[in-house]
């Protein structure tokens, strides 16, 4: 799909901890992030023919470090593919092969399928000529065969670009089946109590997978998206930043993230503690960014009300 390439690059590059938490969670918990993890662009390009650049599909390198505390690193290949390609399987085994010559390294890799074809399932490169063979696997994650259900439960920011790529599929170019979806997962974004770069880039990318080609229905998108007081500092200009130009629609939306925030942890509280008296409701209206960014941490590792009011009432 056209709005794969750019938008996948820019997601996977800036979240990308909860890019390998949501796609490869087992391996997220082996990984050590302290030390940091390298996008080897540079190096990934010059193991690819200038044949297969500019090609319409995503692909990283990136290295991480184990948490075994051995001097071992991991090489883990992204593939994001937009449409049928007979020959996907066997540039994957030639990436493999290229890397692991490169490197002398261990490999992951992934390929991530947007495409709308159903039955295009690409997820091994086989060759058999008389007694030689050879098979090489990798994992594959298809968007259109996803569960919508498990990922509307799913509290992880790459679960809504999934249902992004889900739903942009189903509207097919019906605007009105696409504003739907396009301010139901808005609504998802806010609620959720995401940071705010993830719910910048989350919302970067959901308004780039749906965009509307009906400017009345643009215009209906953004009176929803103000009352909701949607946000405006986007890497490049999304079509709320288009609007509110044009129209002068501007003032607060960068503090509306910050409130969406506040009731996504407000939502999160009573669904952990079971309920959200007014003090504490007070305090989280009045709490800074700092005790907010706490708060989401704090949240998902006590098990006590009492921790959250201490980083609420603490100067």
């Known amino acids: 799909m056209a709005w794969s ?10 979240l990308f901890p909860r890019f390998i938490e949501f796609f490869h969670n087992d391996i997220y918990k082996t ?3 302290n030390k940091g993890y390298t996008f ?4 990934f ?25 051995k001097e071992r690193w991991v090489l883990i290949h992204i593939e994001v593919q937009g449409y049928k390609d007979d020959k996907f ?65 799913d509290n992880n920011p790459f679960a809504l670009a999934i249902l992004a790529g889900l739903y942009s599929i189903k509207a097919h170019n019906n605007d009105n089946i696409k504003l739907k979806f396009k ?10 109590g995401y940071k705010e770069k993830e719910i910048i880039e989350m919302f970067r990318f959901i308004d780039g997978v749906i965009k509307l080609n009906d400017i ?19 890497p490049y200009i999304t079509s ?43 305090l989280i209206d009045n709490a800074s960014k700092e005790k907010i960014e706490k708060l989401n941490i704090a949240i998902l590792d006590t098990d006590k009300i009492e921790d959250i009011k201490k980083i609420l009432l603490k100067k």
């Open 31 to 33: 990984i050590n992030f």
């Open 45 to 69: 390009q010059s193991i690819t023919s200038e044949s297969e650049e500019g090609k319409g599909y995503v692909d990283k390198l990136v290295k991480v470090y184990l948490k075994s505390g």
């Open 40 to 43: 080897l662009d540079k190096e």
């Open 89 to 153: 399987s066997e540039r994957m085994f030639k990436y493999f092969y290229r890397i692991f010559d490169k490197y002398k390294r261990k490999i992951l890799a992934i390929a991530i399928l947007t495409d709308p074809v159903k039955n295009y399932y690409p997820d091994k490169f086989e060759y058999e000529f008389y007694d030689t063979t050879l098979k090489y696997s990798y994992r594959t994650y298809k968007i259109l065969e996803q569960d919508e259900e498990k990922l509307l439960k």
């Open 183 to 192: 301010l139901k997962l808005i609504r998802l974004l806010l609620e959720r």
């Open 240 to 282: 709320i930043e288009r609007i509110a130009r044009e129209e002068g629609v501007e003032e607060g939306i960068k503090e509306g993230i910050e409130e969406g925030i506040k009731e996504g942890i407000k939502k999160q509280i009573i669904h952990k503690f079971g309920n959200l008296d007014k003090e504490m409701e007070k």
């Open 5 to 14: 390439d750019e938008l996948w690059k820019e997601s996977i590059e800036k």
């Open 216 to 234: 009345m229905k643009e215009k209906l998108f953004k009176k929803e998206l103000s009352n909701m007081k949607e946000v405006k500092d986007m």
